[in-house]
């Protein structure tokens, strides 16, 4: 898993960020099934699949309101 820029991520498109966004919540959910179920998991990729994930849906937020 590679960490991009906020910068990065602002030059994505919308379509793009939205799927992006999916496709992180998905990994998110099977991070906590792993938990649950005691199966072996990288505990500081929860870290980093929120950040991320906020990162997205905050440059999300901000194209909407047009900031």
């Known amino acids: 898993m590679f960490f991009s820029t906020f910068e990065e991520l602002t030059l994505m ?3 793009s960020i939205e799927s992006e ?3 992180l919540k ?3 959910v099977q ?3 792993q938990k649950s179920t005691k199966q072996a998991f990288k505990p500081h990729l929860f870290k ?3 950040r991320k994930i906020a ?3 905050t440059i ?3 194209r909407k ?3």
């Open 55 to 57: 990162q997205l849906l």
């Open 26 to 28: 998905s990994e998110l």
């Open 48 to 50: 980093s699949l929120k």
């Open 21 to 23: 966004i999916v496709k």
């Open 31 to 33: 991070l906590r099934l």
């Open 65 to 67: 309101l047009k900031i």
């Open 60 to 62: 999300e937020t901000q």
């Open 13 to 15: 498109d919308n379509t």
